[in-house]
């Protein structure tokens, strides 16, 4: 979706020039590679995450804004981070940057100064994007230049528009986001252009890919592998198993403006939510759900409101009596066992809970159903199934791994 042309001044800075931040695209296609992959590390932020419930649903208004108010609003992960080490420049200098699908600027300065180097055209631009990263409204500042991006040895973008930050918060640890979600969510960051190419945009135009496709693996933060993998130009064949399931990007906002899809919810074999609307989401890291299939789960759990955690606590024979979750997204169900819907036991000190407690991943969104954003696949979700964002074909795929059914929890 386009977003409204009338933006709060948060967003942009006034009386600054503009220069075309296109790209001098190569024609494709030019000899593609197949695919190429990243190394991802996932780690919890160093600033706490106690409530992290909260800290989500902080995103979500935010998403939700973003997606149709006056203002563009992205989002930056709120407890589980998800970074890549990408090179800008060249000779290139690495940074270790957020890899986020809620939001699709790219831009470096937060903790780590710009270097520049050969490559480096000072666009003369400002940019300046509001991101919600839980608690506090977070915002970044800066100047737009175009350079050489540095993803792997393979994919080497030219004249990428990167920002770089003058002004920042809220960003931890990070050097600064790979904004990975549709371009859309680029209007009006950077003052007298409509859109920013992202770099999905330039690998493709630019003929690095046959397809704007990314594949993203997570593994399960408990599991003794802390770390994922993006794949370009499609998926990782080795890392799923049994078929890819594809749904349609759906056409109802505010999730239309990100990787959105229609999808239903049963808990066991209680409907707990029909014909909603949700969006896949790394920069998320529950499971939200509409206010109403919330209390219709903590019903079916019996579980209670953790106030430490802002988590759902049950006990050990809920636990064993738990069902699993079904999503139903395009013609496919997609199964969340038990010991997939509770958080990392070994991991409760992080979100000030018990050592022995056992909290639930599943949390409330803060609406109701029927708002156009009922739900929000984030971490706790992808790291049981792999997933696809197509933007080619309209649409987003998942699959099955090696964690789906596992009790790493």
Not at 86 to 115: E, Q, R
Not at 164 to 180: H, Y
Not at 196 to 216: A, H, K, R, W
Request: proline share 3%.
């Amino acid at each position: 979706m386009v977003p409204p042309r009338s933006l709060v001044c948060l967003l942009t800075l006034p009386a600054l020039a503009f220069l075309s931040l296109s790209v001098s695209a190569l024609p494709h296609p030019r000899t593609a590679s197949s695919t190429s992959a990243l190394k991802l590390a996932v780690r919890l932020r160093s600033n706490g995450v106690q409530n992290i419930a909260a800290a989500d649903r902080a995103r979500a208004r935010t998403l939700a804004e973003g997606g149709s108010s006056t203002s563009i609003k992205n989002a930056t992960n709120t407890g589980m981070v998800y970074t890549a080490d990408i090179g800008v420049g060249s000779p290139p200098v690495y940074y270790t940057l957020l890899v986020d699908t809620g939001s699709s600027n790219t831009w470096i300065g937060a903790n780590k100064s710009y270097s520049k180097t050969t490559a480096s055209q000072n666009t003369g631009n400002a940019f300046a994007v509001s991101y919600g990263d839980g608690f506090n409204q977070s915002y970044v500042a800066g100047i737009e230049y175009l350079d050489t991006i540095t993803l792997t040895s393979d994919l080497v973008i030219e004249q990428q528009s990167i920002g770089v930050a003058s002004v920042s918060t809220g960003m931890d640890s990070m050097d600064g986001i790979l904004g990975l979600g549709p371009v859309d969510l680029t209007w009006g960051t950077v003052r007298n252009t409509e859109e920013v190419p992202t770099v999905m945009d330039n690998l493709y135009t630019q003929g690095m890919i046959s397809s704007e496709v990314f594949g993203v693996f997570f593994s399960p933060a408990n599991a003794g592998d802390t770390s994922g993998e993006l794949t370009f130009g499609g998926y990782d064949q080795s890392k799923i198993t049994g078929d890819v399931g594809y749904a349609h990007l759906t056409s109802t906002s505010p999730a239309a403006g990100f990787w959105g899809v229609d999808e239903s919810i049963d808990y066991g074999k209680t409907k707990i939510l029909n014909d909603a609307t949700g969006i896949i989401d790394t920069g998320t890291t529950l499971i939200l759900i509409a206010s109403d299939a919330f209390d219709s789960y903590k019903s079916g759990t019996g579980a209670t409101l953790d106030n430490s955690t802002g988590l759902l606590k049950i006990s050990s024979d809920q636990y064993n009596q738990l069902s699993s979750l079904f999503f139903t997204i395009g013609e496919e169900s997609y199964e969340l066992t038990p010991n997939a819907q509770i958080w990392p036991r070994s991991l409760n000190s992080a979100i000030n809970g018990t050592t022995d407690g056992i909290y639930l991943i599943v949390s409330d969104i803060g609406t109701q159903s029927g708002s156009g954003l009922d739900v929000i696949n984030g971490y706790c979700f992808l790291e049981r199934f792999y997933s696809i964002f197509d933007t080619t074909n309209s649409r987003v795929g998942l699959a099955k791994t090696d964690y789906t059914f596992a009790t790493t929890n």
